[in-house]
Structure formats: structure tokens, C-alpha cells
């Protein structure tokens, strides 16, 4: 029901009003392989260990929290640790608000993110509150909602195939890639919200493609 409520709140936009959104989320970056592995194997032979691969149970990792508009890439801020509401409130405070009023400085913009907990706990939301932020309503469980998860996947996938050997070159190269994001790619993501929220009316509310 709430995903619905957010098509019929926002099915009817244009592109020129999805230009004033400003998606927002964070991400995880591990040092080797991201995406999935595939092998090839006899059948039934799943669990030996010759087909399977090993992966590090504690792998290195780089934290990103990041944002883009169909204007282009926005800020980012690669932090260590887990986000939590005063690490969030303070991104917001010197990378979020200044790239918003740079990009749009005479014109009302909107703010999206998921509803991770510090994302709606009482802090982020008296900031965004008292910043005069208009947020979007965003449905709960809904990724194929927010377009920064293809970023993400696409920004991971990047990265993974400079092959950084440490922490160190999966820092640089996050951030290299990262500013590096094609404009067009971010424009068409942006205005993908038109196709996505008509996706989910076709399936009354549940799970899209996207």
C-alpha cells in the first residue's frame, strides 16, 4: 500500500521535476570481488570444495556515502565505521546542503533516501526538519525505487575492474570512479523514476525488474 501511495503521489511527475531531486544512500566497497562468481562444475558437485570459491570472512572495506542528481554526480564522503545519526547529520551539514544549494540555489529541490534507521531516527529528522529540507515519502523495502542502487552497482563494478591490490587503492579508485560517473548515465537514472513508478503500478505494489 505504500509503495502504491508513492505512485500515486509521484507517478505523475515530468522529467523536468524529477531534475530537482536529489537521491541520496550509502554503500559498502570490498576490497576484491563484489559481484557474484561464477564457476563451472559437473552436477552434484556443488559443495566440493575443489568448485567452490573462498572468500575472506572479514574482507577490507571502504564506506561511501554519496549523492546524485540528473544535473550530475554530487558529493560524497567516504567515512570508516558504521553511518549512524550524528555522522549523518553532519554529512548533511558539509557535504549534502552546500551541493544542493549549488546546484539549485534559486529553485525548491527535494530530497530522497530509504529508511534506514538513522535516516528516520528523531536527529536526521529535526535536521532535516529545521534545514527547511523537503523530503520525498519514500516506501519501505523499496530499492527498485531508488536509482542510486544501480549506481551503486555500476560504481562497484568499476572499481572492482581496476583490481586495487589495499585499502588504500580502493579509496583512490572509488573516489577516481566516482567523479569520473558519466553525466549522462546520472540524467537517465534521474528520469527512470517515470518507468519505475508505472513498473509498480503494473504490479500493484509489488517488486519491479528494476
Known amino acids: 500500500r ?20 536529489l537521491f541520496s544512500d550509502e ?15 559437473p552436477e552434484d558437485t556443488a559443495f566440493l570444495s575443489q568448485f567452490m ?10 564506506s561511501l556515502w554519496g549523492c546524485f542528481s540528473a544535473q550530475g554526480i554530487g558529493a560524497s564522503r567516504v567515512f570508516d565505521g558504521t553511518m549512524d545519526s550524528r555522522l549523518l ?28 534507521p538513522y535516516h528516520t531516527s528523531n536527529e536526521s529528522r529535526a535536521w532535516l526538519h ?8 519514500f516506501p519501505p523495502y523499496s530499492p527498485d525505487l531508488n536509482p542510486i542502487e544501480n549506481l551503486w552497482a555500476d560504481l562497484k563494478r568499476r ?10 587503492e580502493l579509496k583512490q579508485f572509488l573516489t577516481e570512479e566516482w567523479t569520473a560517473t558519466d553525466p549522462e548515465y546520472l540524467r537517465c537514472l534521474a528520469h527512470s523514476m517515470i518507468d519505475r513508478c508505472k513498473a509498480v503500478a503494473a504490479c500493484r505494489g509489488f517488486k519491479t525488474k528494476y
Not at 159 to 168: G, K, N, Y
Request: charged share 20%; hydrophobic share 30%.
Open 159 to 168: 572499481v572492482e575492474l581496476r583490481c586495487p591490490c589495499d585499502s588504500t
Open 27 to 41: 554503500t559498502h566497497v570490498i576490497l576484491g570481488g563484489n559481484g557474484q562468481v561464477w564457476v563451472q562444475r
Open 89 to 116: 547529520t553532519d554529512t548533511f551539514t558539509r557535504y549534502m546542503k552546500p551541493h544542493a544549494l549549488e546546484t539549485w540555489p534559486a529553485q525548491q529541490w527535494y530530497f530522497l533516501q530509504d529508511n534506514a
Open 53 to 62: 570459491t573462498q572468500r575472506d570472512p572479514f574482507p577490507e572495506k571502504i
Open 130 to 137: 529545521n534545514n527547511g529540507i523537503d523530503c520525498i515519502d
Open 2 to 21: 505504500q509503495r502504491l501511495a508513492f505512485v500515486s503521489n509521484y507517478g505523475g511527475w515530468n522529467e523536468s521535476q524529477w531534475n530537482t531531486v
